[in-house]
Every structure is written in C-alpha cells, then in structure tokens.
C-alpha cells in the first residue's frame, strides 16, 4: 500500500499545495490543491475521498475533480466517486459549494440516476471498507466538526491527525495501536501560539506535549505550515528534543506501508 503527499502548506504560494494525500491509485484523503498536479488519466482512476473537515483548503478540489473527470467516468460507466465525510461536512459542502452558486450540484449531473459524486456520511470510530484498503476515523479538536485518519496495515499504521488542536481523544485511541507513520499538524509558530489556539490549530509549543503522549518507534511529519514559516517552525520543533525522527513532509513524498 503506497501513501503519496499531494499537498502538506497550510496555504498557498509558489511550490505549496494544500492538503491531500492519495492512497495507491483510487483514494484520496481530503482534496486540496495538489490534486490538480495529477494528469487527468489518474484523475479518472478515483473512487473515494475521505474528507477530514468543511475548511477550504481540504475541499476546494472536490469539485473541480468532479468536473474534469466527468466525461471520462461516465464514457467508462464508472460509478460516482464517492465522498466520505461527517454529517456537518457534507451539510456544508451541499449548501456553500454545490449549491448551484458557487458550483453545480455534481451529485445531479451528468444526471440524478447516475451522477459523478455521491456523500457517505461515516462518524468517528468507524472503519471504512474501501476495495481492500481499511481506513480509520479518528477524532480531531477544530473550530468545526473534524477528523483524522488511520490506514490500517498489519505491520503498522499511517496515521493522519487532520486540522487539530490538543486533543486527548487521538492518543487515547491511538495507546495499543501499532502506529508506525505520524502525520501531525503544526500550522503556527510559538510566537502566534494565541491564534493557534484561537484557529484550533498547534504550534511547536504545544506540538511537544501532544507527542509525548505517543507510543514507541515512529516516523513522525510534520504538516500544514504556513508557506514561509518552515524553517522557523522546523527549528522550534528541533529544541523540543527528543530521540524520535520529526521531518517537514514535502509534495511527493511516498510511504510505502508494509515496507522494511
């Protein structure tokens, strides 16, 4: 099972894309401005996306992915691609995006019988069954409803926190499980640490407590900085210590899960 980094900033600019990642050929894990890298044909080969909250730079690719792949899916008799995301997310997606307004109802079009996208409500806890791939959703600490992810293998698993603050629920879930991969958000340095906690978001000050809550060996990313701030967060995160290897993830990078 392979994970490529799509997009990792926090915002835009030159080289930065926000958050995506893309699990072997058919799963996204939100859809940020990444996914507009992949050429159409690979486009066309998604069935899922996973969203972990309503915030735009997680979904503004949904319906641009939508519209681009249309034709292709439906000469293909592909079935919709299938949107996967908390009840509150794909509220918010359904009235502020495809709404007719700001995007057409995709869920509508080419047409009701057989349109490009459907939504699949899941809740925290479930474990999501996607064409042999197990994916788990985890609990997050945001300014709105949020998740993160688990990609289940059985030598370890790639786990994504989503946009969150402090959260204790992640890491008492998280106690037991054989997590090999860590995904975490540091958006802010310490010197906005006020706005991190406003904006529901860490920074390397309160990134050091979250992570010694984790059990053994792990590979540990660091995502969502703001373009600009990489190397002073980076550098906070240094003085933090400690034995376990922390690295700024970039765009391309792959994980390879099973993988000595």
Do not use: Y
């Not at 681009?68 to 359904?94: C, E, F, G, K, Y």
Request: proline share 6%; aromatic share 4%; hydrophobic share 45%.
């Amino acid at each position: 099972m392979k994970i490529r980094v799509l997009g990792c900033s926090g915002s835009i600019a030159a080289g930065s894309r926000t958050t995506s990642f893309l699990v072997d050929q058919d799963i996204l894990l939100d859809a940020g401005t990444g996914v507009g890298d992949l050429p159409l044909e690979e486009l066309a080969n998604i069935d899922h996306i996973c969203i972990s909250h309503s915030h735009l730079d997680h979904v503004l690719s949904i319906g641009l992915l939508a519209d681009s792949v249309l034709r292709l899916r439906t000469a293909a008799r592909r079935p919709p691609i299938v949107v996967h995301a908390l009840p509150q997310t794909i509220a918010a997606l359904r009235e502020h995006i495809f709404n007719g307004v700001i995007w057409p109802d995709f869920t509508r079009l080419p047409n009701a019988e057989h349109p490009t996208l459907s939504f699949e409500p899941f809740q925290v806890g479930d474990v999501l069954e996607l064409a042999g791939r197990r994916i788990e959703v985890l609990s997050a600490a945001h300014t709105v409803p949020a998740v993160g992810f688990a990609v289940l293998h059985p030598k370890g698993a790639w786990v994504f926190t989503g946009d969150t603050g402090p959260n204790p629920r992640l890491w008492e879930r998280l106690h037991g499980m054989s997590v090999r991969h860590l995904v975490i958000e540091t958006a802010f340095s310490n010197d906005e640490s006020t706005v991190a906690h406003i904006s529901g978001h860490l920074c390397p000050a309160t990134l050091g407590p979250e992570l010694a809550q984790l059990e053994g060996p792990v590979d540990i990313g660091i995502t969502h900085i703001k373009p600009g701030e990489v190397e002073a967060v980076m550098a906070e995160i240094a003085s933090l210590g400690g034995e376990r290897k922390v690295h700024a993830l970039a765009t391309g990078d792959v994980v390879e899960l099973g993988a000595l």
